[in-house]
């Protein structure tokens, strides 16, 4: 057999020979970038290769990322999985847009802290990434030819977030501690041609979980709908999960909120309760809303709610006060069919405030009605006064 049963060995070789070149490769550059004048000539120069291949403006301030402080045998070790990286990132007032003329995004200042676990024997491509803290303050993003169909205007005062494991090859991002203040949202919805090209139906992996999450003075606006939210307050334990179409609100705190719809607008002191969209199957429910109005002096406790977005079909269960008139409500009501079926049993309805004889007239009503459309006059709907 002799030398002819060596020549399977060759690529073994050559392979073992490129692994150590990439090796030697990362930590010749690792020890040039160790260098601070190096390291800032290398970050000036990439700065502007991006301004040549984005065509934006790019400004900043000041940044400083672990990797390119640590020492090459930490990447070295990183690299081979003895052990875990830790990552730091710290960036100084960054601008990325069109200087005097357009903002794509801007940070006043940004810190991360996390640790990439190299050392898990089980990581993928991109390992698991334990992020012990991220902070943004004054944080402006802007859009307003990105996205031909949208335009948005995104401006936070302070964001601050960890997160335990986040899996980026899987699309988990868990975020915990979630606290946002000070956040104006603006959604610009224009009116655009079909899109006739093919969709790519590949799953889109990207999750969030907040379970903890808390939001301050927070200001929504969708036009032209005319759709103007505000809030005071919103904590809530929320999964987001993008590529399944859910979007579950297990638990929904809000204080101080106030909707507004054109010139209709409903103030709401309080909202409690929990909320399920499920696009995958085309309903969105509710397993108790409560709803307080001290302004309108209403209040609604919603349950079993549900609507089938594709029969477009709301069925209610809801019990209602308003200004010391009761009402419970059992309906269903389908939307495209204009189909309806009620149970309405008013406890209370005092009537004196809307007549001028000073009589007390206070009237309990039970109507129970079906039908197509509505028609208080039609034989299908019956009721009972007292």
């Given amino acids: 057999m002799g030398k002819k049963s060596l020549w399977w060995k060759i690529p073994l070789a050559v392979g073992g020979t490129a692994t150590g070149v990439a090796v030697l490769l990362l930590a010749a550059v690792a020890s040039v970038l160790y260098v601070p004048p190096i390291r800032k000539a290398a970050l000036n120069t990439g700065i502007t290769i991006a301004q040549k291949q984005t065509g934006y403006d790019i400004d900043l301030g000041g940044i400083y990322l672990s990797p390119l402080h640590q020492s090459p045998l930490a990447l070295y070790r990183a690299y081979k999985g003895q052990e875990d990286l830790p990552l730091a990132v710290e960036i100084d007032s960054l601008f990325v847009g069109h200087r005097g003329q357009d903002t794509l995004i801007y940070v006043h200042a940004l810190r991360l802290h996390a640790t990439a676990l190299t050392g ?161 199957d085309n309903l969105i429910t509710s397993r108790g809303l409560h709803v307080r109005a001290n302004e309108l002096g209403a209040k609604a406790d919603i349950y079993a709610t549900e609507l089938n977005l594709e029969t477009m079909r709301v069925e209610a269960t809801i019990d209602a006060e308003y200004k010391g008139s009761k009402a419970n409500i059992r309906a269903s009501y389908d939307i495209d069919d204009e189909a309806y079926e009620a149970a309405v049993q008013v406890e209370r309805v005092n009537l004196t405030p809307f007549l001028n004889d000073s009589v007390p007239v206070i009237v309990a009503v039970e109507i129970n009605a079906e039908g197509k459309g509505i028609d208080p006059s039609s034989p299908a709907m019956q009721s009972k006064v007292h």
């Fill in 120 to 280: 898990d024997s089980s990581a993928s491509a991109i390992p698991p990434i334990q992020v012990e803290e991220l902070h943004l303050d004054q944080t402006v993003f802007h859009s307003n030819s990105l996205i031909e169909a949208v335009g948005v205007n995104v401006a936070v005062n302070s964001l601050d977030v960890s997160s335990p494991e986040l899996l980026i090859a899987e699309g988990k991002y868990p975020l915990h501690g979630l606290r946002l203040s000070g956040a104006d949202i603006a959604i610009d919805l224009r009116e655009t041609p079909p899109d006739t090209t093919a969709q790519d139906t590949t799953p889109l992996l990207l999750a969030f979980e907040a379970p903890d999450g808390e939001l301050r003075d927070i200001h929504f606006a969708l036009t032209p709908l005319g759709i103007d939210i505000r809030t005071k307050y919103l904590a809530t334990n929320v999964l987001a999960d993008v590529g399944a179409n859910l979007y579950d609100a297990r638990r929904l705190n809000i204080r101080g909120l106030g909707f507004s719809l054109g010139e209709l607008h409903i103030p709401v002191d309080t909202i409690y309760g929990n909320a399920r969209i499920s696009l995958a």
